[in-house]
């Protein structure tokens, strides 16, 4: 038993298809209570009024935006070493999924940061190297959607996110050295000296455990619809052969 | 290696390929921009270092589609991937072929375009030295980016997209190295940065360019 069976695309199907309603479920759950906890039973910030509860869908968002890059570049790399096809095709399924999350970031930020510090956008480190990451995601689904063989557009797009994430590190140091930062530090982190206060802790961790189900059950989701696609096309090409 | 650089080399100078193109193309984006955002001295001089890379950052871009698409349509890339030649050194001559067409005439061309621009003549030396050392790694991430688009066919637009991420690194510390060479300030830790940016691009990307086409090839 290794962690290679998974990538016979009849095994996947079935572990996915039986851990996708508890992961959805999960998902469901933990987002209700995360947010409702959050929005409702959190005091307001001292300073930043009820303004502040847009953190618990800020931080999650940001987190999986970058998370998943680092998840596509894996399976990246699985599929060019193992060529197992289950890989190419979660990369692909999770970098819509990474695009939205990364917008999500940057438009609850954008909201935020409106009455707090009093504009939409700043060219702000952080913010910088978020919106080079969403022109990464760009990059990457486009040249998805435009190679036609499906062999060789998984070959490409990997190439692309490991090139594409040496870049984008660099990107990310590069607006460090361009221009100082308005936004704050880390909202969470193992030393706990700078985290937010435990009001404010509890409900985002419940948030951020709702958006990693709720990757996990887009991505598994959209991974077995890209197999099926698969099944049918080659289904019709027999048919056609035949 | 070097058969394959001065044909690539003759064939852009003598078929009318990007060469005039790209510096005609920088000088033009550098007359509009003062057009665009009026004559006043000082606003100019502050955006100079900025304009003048990003313009660069385009006309390197233009002549980027015809890298491999020419050799591929008259069948010419199947015949170097069959040569004895490996494909990164293909790529590296490419790379090279290129860096002498576009981004060292940009260098040279430079402190014109400089002028026009009213960037303090403290900026000028920088301004040379960083698209010097810059250039050739805008080269090797547009081989990159053309290996990956070689087989597709409106591959430009896709190109671009592709690239132009790719390039935030090198117009950040490039135009960096400006900006504080122009004001006075000490201008080498950026100008390191992007040397090192173009060494590694050189060092490493022909091997991705390289894997690229062996994948389109196949």
Redesign the interface.
């Known amino acids: 038993m290794s962690l290679w069976e998974y990538a016979n695309p009849k095994k996947f199907m079935e572990t996915s298809g039986r851990i996708l309603p508890w992961a959805s479920g999960l998902a469901a759950v933990a987002l209700c209570v995360g947010l409702v906890w959050g929005f409702f039973f959190t005091p307001d910030d001292y300073r930043q009024g009820s303004t502040v509860k847009i953190i618990y869908i800020h931080v999650p968002s940001a987190m999986m935006a970058i998370n998943i890059w680092v998840m596509m570049l894996v399976t990246s790399l699985i599929w060019l070493v193992r060529r197992h096809h289950v890989s190419a095709l979660a990369a692909k399924a999770a970098a819509p999924i990474g695009l939205t999350m990364t917008l999500i970031a940057l438009a609850t930020g954008a909201l935020w940061g409106q009455p707090m510090w009093g504009t939409w956008w700043a060219w702000d480190p952080r913010l910088t190297s978020f919106l ?1 990451l969403c ?2 995601y ?2 990457y689904m ?2 998805w959607q ?2 036609d063989n499906p062999d ?1 557009a998984a ?2 797009t990997a ?2 996110c ?3 994430s040496v ?2 590190l ?2 990310r140091y ?2 460090n ?2 221009s100082q930062g308005l936004h704050q530090g880390a909202s969470l982190s193992l030393d706990k000296k700078e985290n937010v206060s435990d009001v404010f802790y509890f409900p985002l961790l419940v948030s951020i455990a709702g958006f990693v189900a709720l990757f996990v059950a887009l991505m598994l989701l959209r991974t077995r619809t890209e197999i099926r696609g698969r099944r049918l096309r080659a289904l019709m090409a027999r048919q056609r052969g035949a | 290696m070097t058969a394959l650089f001065w044909r690539d080399l003759r064939l852009a100078l003598r078929a009318g390929g990007g060469f005039g193109l790209g510096l005609a193309f920088f000088f033009i984006v550098a007359v509009l921009v003062p057009l665009g955002v009026g004559p006043e001295p000082t606003t100019l001089a502050r955006i100079a270092p900025g304009i003048c890379w990003v313009a660069a950052l385009l006309a390197s871009l233009l002549s980027l589609d015809r890298l491999f698409a020419l050799d591929q349509e008259d069948g010419s890339l199947d015949l170097l991937a069959t040569a004895p030649l490996p494909l990164e050194s293909v790529a590296t001559a490419k790379t090279a072929a290129h860096w002498v067409t576009t981004g060292l005439p940009l260098t040279l061309a430079s402190p014109v375009v400089a002028m026009l621009l009213n960037l303090p003549a403290a900026g000028y030396p920088w301004l040379v030295a960083a698209l010097f050392l810059g250039t050739p790694a805008l080269s090797a991430i547009g081989t990159f980016g053309a290996a990956l688009t070689v087989g597709l066919k409106r591959g430009g637009l896709l190109l671009s997209l592709l690239v132009l991420p790719l390039y935030i690194p090198t117009l950040i510390f490039g135009a960096e190295v400006v900006r504080r060479g122009a004001v006075g300030m000490t201008a080498t830790p950026p100008l390191i940065l992007l040397a090192g940016i173009t060494a590694g691009a050189i060092g490493l990307l022909p091997f991705a360019s390289a894997a690229a086409l062996r994948m389109n090839l196949r």
């Open positions: 080079i022109l990464f760009l990059g486009a040249l435009a190679i060789t070959d490409l190439v692309l490991l090139v594409g870049f984008a660099l990107s590069a607006v050295f361009w």
